[in-house]
Structure formats: C-alpha cells, structure tokens
C-alpha cells in the first residue's frame, strides 16, 4: 500500500486568513482564529471529505467555529508567518511549522518527513513538543500524565478495568500541557502515542477522515481549557436533585425492594435524593415499558417516592427488542428508524431484550424520534433518564460492538467508522431533548456511560463498571480529575465499586470520595453483595451518614461551583495543578484535589490506612479537623482515623454551609455559616449563587450571588459582600474565623462590613 508524505509545498497561497498548501493530491490548510487559536486540516491524498447529507442534520462536534483571521499572514525567505500574540511560522521547503507563544518560546513544531502521513485511509500526524506534562483523553486509568503512553480512542464496554485497560467508554480527543491544548476533530478511531516510541514526540494515527487539528496556546490550563470549551460547550447549570447522593442497584425488584429501599433510607436519616431503576423494571428488557408482575404499579410507586423527598430515573438502553408486536419497534421499523447495513437490511444485535434493532441518532428525525418516546417515562413521573449500553455495546461478537458494514445517514452516506465514537453523545442529546421538549419547565438529566468530546452539554457521565477494588476507589479520584480537564466537569464512580462483593472500609472511604465528587451513587452490581450505607454495620452506616450529611451542608459550595462551571467549564473536582500551574510537584499529584481554589481534599484509599501522607502546594494551609497549621510545598504525614477524610483549608478559604437535610430543596442553598481560614495573611474573593434549582428563571435574573470580599493583614480582618439577582438579599450569616489554632464565632449583617481583630 503506497505511503504518501507531506514533504514539501508544490503550491501556496492565502484565502481569507488561511494558508492552503498542497503537495500533488495532498492539501493542508492553516489558519489564526481570533481566541489565538491556530487550525491544521490536513486532507491527505482525497480532498473530498465525505460530509453527511444536509438531511440528515449530523450536528457539528464543535458549538462555534468562527472564521480565520485574514491579512495576518506573511511571506517568509522560506514560507510563510504571522505574529499576532503568537508566532506561526511554516516552512515550505521542507515542509515544517512551528508554534511559538509571544515570549518566543516554541511550544510545538512539526517537521517533514514525519509530520503528516498517510497509508490508504489511515493519516498520522507528529509534533515535536518540549516533553511537558500530557492530560486529557478522556476516560483512561492510570495517573493524570499520559505521557509515555500509547492510547486509542474507540468506545469499548470492557470489564473489568485492569491498569493495562484500554480503551473504554468515553473518548475525547484532546490533551492539555502547560501551555497549550490539543483538539483533534476527528471522530474515526484514533491512536494517541504521547512519547512512548519517541520521548520528543506526539504522533496521532486516525482511522479515517481529515485530521482537524485545533491548537489553543494560552498561560495556563484554566486560560486553554476555556478557550477550547468556548468552542465545543460547556455544562448546563443541572437540577438541584441531580447534585444529591443517589442510591442505585443492578436491580431493584420488585417494586416494594424500590420502596423498601428509600422508606429505609429515610428511616435511618442518610440524605439521598434519587432512586435508580436498573433494567429489571423493564417488561422483557424493552425500553419505555414496565415489568406487569414486578411493577405493577409504577404511578403509585414513584408518586410515594416524590412523597418521600425522591426522584426516580430508569435506565433506557439504545438496544430495541426486535418484536414488532412492542409499539416502539413496531413504529420504528414503519418510520425507517434503525441502522442498516451496506445491503440496506436493518442491522440487527444481541444485548439484553436478546435479538435488538438500534436507532440511528446520526439522524436529526430519529433523535427527534427518540426524544418523543421520552414522553412514555415522563408520564409515569420518572424525573431523569440513564442512558446504558451506548458505546454502542453488542453481545456475542468480537468487538461488542456494530461491525463495520453498518451504515447512517438518511442516505446511508456515513459510515458507523465515523459514527462509532459519537453514538452515545448523539443518544444523550436525543434524550435530552426530549425530556426539554416534554418537560419544558423543568432541567432534563440525563446520565451517561459513553460519550465523544463535547458530551457535557448533553449528560453528565458515570465512569463505568469499576470493581470494589482498593485500586479502583484510587483510581476514581485519578479518572475523575482527567474527565474534568477533558471538559466533562459533572462526573462520578459507583461508590463501593459495582462488580465483586464490597467490604465496610471500602465502603466508608469510597463514600467519604463521594462527598466531593460531582456526581454520587452508590451502585453494586446483580448478585453480589448488599451496598446500602447499612449494609456493613453501625460503624460504616454512621461514617456514610456524615459524609453525605457534609455534602448536603456543603450545598451553597458545591452549587456554586457548578454554577461557575456552566459559565466557564472549569471543573468542579480540580486536579492541584488548576490553582498551581508553576509548582512541578502539582501536575505529579493524582491522589489529591480541590474543591474550589482553597479547600484540598486528601481521601484515603489504602486499606488499613489510618495515616498518609499529603503534598501541599504554596500557601499556608490549616487541617479542617485538627486545626494544625502546616506551611506549603512540602508533604506532611497527618492522622486519618477511619471516621474522617482529611481537608486543609488554604488561607483565605472560605466555604459556604447551609442547613443540610435529608433531600435537596431551595432553603439548603442558603448560607447559614462562612468558615473563613485566617492562619495568614490574604486578599480573597469568592462568590455563593442561589436560584430555585429547577428550570430556567434564572436566566432572566432570578437568582442571588452573594460575592464576598476578604483581607487579612496579620491582625485585622474584614470582609464585605455584594448581593446581586433579582432574589430577596440574605440579611444575615454566622461566621467562624479559624485563626492560628483558634476560632472565633460571631454573626454578620451582610449589608455591614465586618471587622475582626485577632
């Protein structure tokens, strides 16, 4: 098979802000956009990129794409450049490009022969970068720095998740460094070698299509990462409820364990919001059905569950039994709703129902199709759907997935190669969009298990079928925080792991992790042990009980900073590298995080451990439990008795409390307590947002930012607050001022500066 390279530019000239080169049938084109932005599109030897028919209505991967700056570039004695906040230069003759940010520093560089390739479908593209730390990808085990790794991008439902698992349910295309950030806009399988051949050298391998290269240099991760979420989108501010603890197994059945189940809850006084309903609930695994003998009543059923403070959401898989008796099939099979093969037949797969049929989401009428079965739960008062088996996963072959020979499109132009990796983001946008179109006073939540870049704006995403392994509850907090810089910000494990039974400390440590992730349930799976928060004793009930009542008090934090994430995309879980970009030892950490910019998080996640040792970045931080004082850039060995997950507190942290309760409603989002860490001097800003929690008034003003000021100079301390949003001001608030080793309590009239002497 021929191998063509890009060696050298037969041909060169400039359209509109972009440089178009070309080498015989080979074409690459580069462009500035106006976010500094620069875009590579190398073609390859087809320059026809196969795009889907305009009635097929494929959404684009990326929300904004703006247009090249134009007049920028210039002509070089060897190619071209522009100077314009970076420096871009490419060379002609060879071929070569180089990215420098404004201080001259070269950031990446590509050279040929290697920098673009292409073998029949198959393109490769290297850079030359300076051996920086990597992060991103997505969903991937092991530590947050990727490099030396070689890893591929393909939904794949695997189990269990070994250190050498690869790849998995989620694939996004894009790596962070110090500097700048990397966005592929190729959906086809890729292959990611970050080094591991060559230590100089990133080198991706796509399957198919054009490597649509986005680079975005910036001055730090928090400046890139927004940028890029400029462009492909950010979060939707989410339900109040979703935010809660959320109970779940691999099944409740019948409809009286369901019940039995949340009244127990209640009984014992542990906060929990939802109830999941795994496929069980199901009459014969069809989707948007019930079981007649188990759920004979799920109007009853879910109507005591709102009763008791519960929302409930049903797990809906895109697999569709083939029975044409079942409406849903019925109905697809007349609207022409499934994927078909190259024969034109529809493809037909084994998963749960047995033999299925699966909606083709690349379509625009199918996803509108699919939202409007939606409306079949809805009516029942389900509150959320949870999207499984979307990979797509298929039984009994090789791949578990569709084979290649599957098609989509209205025209069948696109094949599934192309379509694979977006499948689930294409069926949670479906969901989504149904619940909106259905519920349109409500926020849908949707809950997913695959996705492609860009997945945030659609569900928030569950990392899979972990195992209640030690090793899997260290690497939730590792896979939490990649998810986070890979944009996907509301994201979760199943707390006490779901495959094999679990153990009570697991447990405790796993729900103390579960405190601060964004997203928290407990899930265990068919057969194996019971997971409840009472399933493992007094000891481990009453340890799973605090840290969900933290959560819960945490509310006017965690809210917040949700809030600031479908603003800005920024994640809710941080690795310590967000807040200390310059500190080395930060970007090694995958054992720690933040929860806003001052409050680190250490959990405990070796078995046995009554002790470990935590790396503190810069700055003087206070432990929440002992008030121990220790000065940064060190690590320190501390106390961690089974009861506690260790927490400093930087200074100048301030963290917002609420009532608490035994279910999310409006009044926990108000601020009854401020603790403020006064161990040093400090200048501080941090902000609490409140609005109903539901729908979309807020929009329109309807909501409270309560923004607090804050100075300490070593012996006087004030803080002032600023209140916007048409809600009603809060007058008051209690404040605890954690000093070096004291604390002091007094209450706040917001309206007033307080003024505290120490």
């Known amino acids: 098979m021929k191998k063509l390279q890009f060696e050298y530019t037969e041909t060169a000239r400039e359209i509109d802000g972009v440089l178009m080169l070309s080498l015989g049938t080979q074409r690459l084109e580069i462009g500035l956009y106006a976010d500094g932005a620069v875009r590579v599109r190398y073609y390859g030897e087809d320059p026809q990129e196969v795009k889907a028919h305009p009635e097929t209505g494929l959404p684009l991967l990326l929300m904004k794409e703006g247009k090249p700056l134009p007049g920028l570039w210039r002509e070089t004695n060897t190619g071209w450049e522009i100077r314009q906040g970076l420096h871009l230069r490419v060379d002609l003759r060879p071929f070569g490009v180089s990215i420098a940010n404004s201080e001259g520093k070269v950031l990446l560089q590509q050279q040929a022969p290697q920098a673009y390739t292409q073998r029949g479908s198959r393109k490769t593209v290297t850079w030359v970068w300076g051996g920086e730390p990597l992060i991103g990808l997505g969903e991937k085990v092991g530590p947050l720095d990727k490099r030396g790794k070689e890893l591929t991008l393909w939904n794949t439902d695997v189990v269990p998740h070994l250190p050498s698992t690869d790849p998995l349910y989620e694939s996004i295309p894009w ?79 019948p409809q009286a364990q369901v019940l039995e189940t949340a009244r127990r809850m209640r009984e014992k006084h542990i ?5 999941h309903l795994d496929i069980h609930h199901m009459d014969g695994y069809r989707d948007f059905t019930w079981e007649p003998d188990e759920f004979p009543d799920p109007d009853a059923m879910i109507r005591e569950l709102h009763e008791l403070g519960f929302r409930v959401v049903t797990i809906v898989d895109p697999g569709v039994k083939k029975d044409e008796a079942y409406a849903v099939c019925g109905d697809g099979l007349t609207e022409d709703i499934f994927c078909t093969k190259e024969t034109g037949e529809v493809f037909v797969g084994e998963v749960w129902p047995g033999p299925a049929l699966f909606p083709d989401f690349a379509r625009a009428r199918v996803r509108a199709w699919w939202g409007e079965q939606q409306a079949k739960h809805l009516a029942h008062g389900v509150d959320g759907i949870w999207n499984d088996m979307n990979e797509p996963s298929v039984f009994n072959v090789p791949d578990k997935t569709f084979p290649p020979d599957v098609r989509h499109g209205e025209y069948a132009e696109l094949s599934h190669a192309e379509i694979h990796n977006r499948y689930g983001s294409l069926m949670c946008q479906a969901s989504r969009e149904g619940l909106r179109r259905f519920a349109p006073e409500k926020r849908p939540f949707v809950l997913t298990r695959a996705g492609f870049a860009g997945i945030q ?16 509850l260290a690497q939730a907090v590792m896979m939490c925080l990649n998810m986070g810089i890979s944009g996907v910000a509301f994201v979760g494990t199943d707390i006490g792991g779901f495959l094999q039974d679990g153990e009570g400390e697991l447990l405790a440590r796993w729900a103390q992790l579960g405190t601060f992730t964004p997203f928290c349930r407990n899930h265990s799976n068919l057969e194996t042990l019971p997971q409840e928060p009472w399933a493992f004793g007094q000891e481990v009930e009453e340890i799973y009980r605090r840290a969900m009542e933290l959560r819960y008090r945490l509310l006017p934090t965690l809210y917040s900073l949700f809030e600031e994430s479908s603003r800005t995309g920024s994640p809710i879980m941080r690795p310590l590298l967000w807040e200390f970009p310059e500190d080395e030892a930060a970007w090694r950490i995958n054992d720690e995080f933040l929860v806003g910019p001052d409050c680190l998080v250490a959990p405990v996640i070796q078995k046995g451990a009554r002790e470990r040792l935590v790396y503190l970045p810069g700055g003087t931080w206070q432990h929440r439990n002992t008030g121990n004082i220790y000065e ?38 108000n601020v009854e307590t401020l603790e403020v860490y006064a161990q040093a001097p400090f200048r501080t800003m941090t902000s609490f947002y409140a609005d109903a929690g539901e729908g979309y008034e807020y929009r329109k003003g309807e909501y409270r930012r309560i923004t607090v000021n804050g100075s300490y100079d070593g012996q006087t301390l004030s803080l002032t607050a600023k209140q916007e949003g048409n809600w009603t001001s809060q007058e008051r608030v209690n404040v605890e001022i954690h000093w070096d080793g004291k604390v002091s309590r007094q209450e706040w009239m917001l309206a007033d500066e307080l003024v505290c002497y120490h």
């Not at 890029?228 to 989108?233: A, D, H, M, P, Y």
Request: aromatic share 12%; net charge negative.
């Open 175 to 253: 790596v962070l460094s110090r500097s700048w950030g990397l966005f592929l806009q190729n959906s086809y399988r890729t292959q990611w070698d970050l080094g591991k051949h060559d230590p100089g050298k990133i080198s991706i391998q796509a399957d198919g299509g054009v490597l649509d290269q986005w680079i975005f240099v910036g001055r730090n991760p928090q400046e890139i990462l927004g940028c890029w979420l400029e462009r492909i989108g950010k979060m939707p501010m989410p339900p109040i409820w979703a935010i809660g603890h959320h109970q779940s197994r691999y099944s409740y059945h």
């Open 632 to 669: 940064g850039n060190q690590h320190v060995m501390v106390d961690a008795p089974l009861a506690e997950i260790p927490m400093f507190m930087r200074e100048g942290a301030i963290l917002g409390f609420g009532c608490g309760g035994e279910f999310t409603h409006i009044d926990l989002l």
């Open 271 to 275: 906060p929990c919001d939802v109830m």
């Open 457 to 472: 704006r659609h569900a928030a995403v569950w990392l899979g079928d972990n195992s209640s392994w030690w090793e899997h």
